[in-house]
């Protein structure tokens, strides 16, 4: 017989559970056997051996006694014992190892319901532990819980998933793209953006993932990165960790995001030396000024500006390519914005 998954088994009989519920501790067990355990007279959970309160309720795991049916039906039939009541014990039924991630997957993609139903039961830590080990659809489901709303991305953090997806991404593969959207959801709160951006593996790995991916990963990771660099400090944190290269070298090849957080990097000093050092990088954004979609152009000449303000050799590089008859042709755009940063572009390299 093959081996059920680790979280289908009861931590006291160690067999797949029938009728599983929730321990005020978090943990879960069959209902049976836990209730021996606290018939017995023990006031402590099995498995952390902490204090329980007097009569503790035990909340029936729905989310994950659907799961073993999803995996095998015959096995979430067996009878169920009542409150009071027991019946024969039952023979283990054989199944096929499987993994309880895609039924989870569905869950947390079926809408607020089944997110919650996902929360409630515990299984995130599920989901965390196999969107470590790389898995993609772990990785997507973490992403439909994070929608839940803020409270639910805080307790996400709290809960470990930073570690757990940026060891996704680092990893790379198919897991890498969909555990960076996940971490841009999660930053979109504010208090978030801190604890995210000052973790030690997070920014290294996107901007890992913004040298070595694929289209869609180098995508999802510039997006990243932009949601966290609205926090200054993850600006400096970005400079340091060799990611304006990367986002330079992405909007070369026509990504407006990546020209998006370079406007960010170029908000603090230290971004804005990073930038200057970049060989090319004025042809780059003098580029993507004049054939960029509107907030790539807002961005590309915002850029310029402050670069060529930092180093006049880059000023007189952006006239040798014809930087004032581009802002000529902007200064009247509608975009007033855009109009607006070629002014200033202009006034900068007369300078020069």
Request: hydrophobic share 45%; aromatic share 2%.
């Given at each position: 017989?093959?081996?059920?998954?680790?979280?289908?088994?009861?931590?006291?009989?160690?067999?797949?559970?029938?009728?599983?519920?929730?321990?005020?501790?978090?943990?879960?067990?069959?209902?049976?056997?836990?209730?021996?355990?606290?018939?017995?007279?023990?006031?402590?959970?099995?498995?952390?051996?902490?204090?329980?309160?007097?009569?503790?309720?035990?909340?029936?795991?729905?989310?994950?006694?659907?799961?073993?049916?999803?995996?095998?039906?015959?096995?979430?039939?067996?009878?169920?014992?009542?409150?009071?009541?027991?019946?024969?014990?039952?023979?283990?039924?054989?199944?096929?190892?499987?993994?309880?991630?895609?039924?989870?997957?569905?869950?947390?993609?079926?809408?607020?319901?089944?997110?919650?139903?996902?929360?409630?039961?515990?299984?995130?830590?599920?989901?965390?532990?196999?969107?470590?080990?790389?898995?993609?659809?772990?990785?997507?489901?973490?992403?439909?819980?994070?929608?839940?709303?803020?409270?639910?991305?805080?307790?996400?953090?709290?809960?470990?998933?930073?570690?757990?997806?940026?060891?996704?991404?680092?990893?790379?593969?198919?897991?890498?793209?969909?555990?960076?959207?996940?971490?841009?959801?999660?930053?979109?709160?504010?208090?978030?953006?801190?604890?995210?951006?000052?973790?030690?593996?997070?920014?290294?790995?996107?901007?890992?993932?913004?040298?070595?991916?694929?289209?869609?990963?180098?995508?999802?990771?510039?997006?990243?990165?932009?949601?966290?660099?609205?926090?200054?400090?993850?600006?400096?944190?970005?400079?340091?960790?060799?990611?304006?290269?990367?986002?330079?070298?992405?909007?070369?090849?026509?990504?407006?995001?990546?020209?998006?957080?370079?406007?960010?990097?170029?908000?603090?000093?230290?971004?804005?030396?990073?930038?200057?050092?970049?060989?090319?990088?004025?042809?780059?954004?003098t580029g993507v000024a004049k054939s960029g979609n509107a907030r790539a152009i807002e961005q590309?000449?915002?850029?310029?500006?402050?670069?060529?303000?930092?180093?006049?050799?880059?000023?007189?590089?952006?006239?040798?390519?014809?930087?004032?008859?581009?802002?000529?042709?902007?200064?009247?755009?509608?975009?007033?914005?855009?109009?607006?940063?070629?002014?200033?572009?202009?006034?900068?390299?007369?300078?020069?």
């Open positions: 017989m093959e081996a059920w998954p680790d979280d289908f088994l009861c931590p006291i009989t160690l067999e797949v559970m029938t009728d599983p519920v929730i321990l005020p501790s978090g943990h879960t067990f069959e209902r049976r056997s836990i209730q021996q355990w606290l018939d017995g007279g023990h006031l402590t959970c099995p498995i952390t051996n902490l204090p329980l309160p007097p009569c503790p309720p035990l909340i029936p795991n729905h989310a994950l006694r659907r799961l073993i049916a999803a995996v095998s039906p015959s096995a979430a039939a067996a009878p169920v014992p009542t409150e009071g009541g027991a019946h024969a014990r039952q023979e283990a039924v054989p199944v096929r190892s499987a993994s309880p991630v895609p039924a989870l997957l569905r869950l947390a993609k079926s809408g607020a319901a089944g997110r919650r139903e996902v929360l409630e039961s515990g299984n995130a830590a599920v989901l965390l532990r196999h969107a470590e080990a790389g898995d993609e659809a772990a990785a997507r489901a973490l992403l439909h819980l994070s929608l839940d709303g803020d409270d639910t991305r805080v307790g996400l953090v709290a809960d470990g998933a930073v570690d757990a997806l940026s060891a996704a991404v680092s990893r790379g593969g198919a897991a890498a793209a969909s555990a960076a959207t996940a971490l841009t959801s999660l930053a979109t709160v504010d208090v978030n953006k801190c604890t995210i951006g000052a973790h030690p593996s997070v920014i290294p790995a996107l901007a890992g993932l913004l040298r070595r991916g694929g289209p869609r990963e180098r995508r999802e990771a510039a997006t990243a990165l932009f949601e966290l660099c609205k926090l200054p400090e993850n600006r400096r944190r970005a400079v340091r960790e060799g990611a304006a290269p990367a986002l330079a070298d992405f909007a070369a090849d026509g990504s407006a995001r990546a020209v998006e957080v370079l406007g960010l990097l170029a908000r603090c000093r230290e971004g804005r030396q990073e930038l200057c050092r970049i060989p090319g990088v004025v042809s780059v954004l590309a000449l915002l850029v310029l500006n402050w670069i060529c303000s930092e180093s006049n050799e880059l000023a007189l590089e952006a006239i040798k390519l014809q930087a004032f008859d581009l802002c000529e042709a902007l200064v009247n755009d509608d975009n007033c914005k855009i109009a607006k940063n070629a002014v200033e572009l202009v006034r900068t390299l007369e300078k020069a």
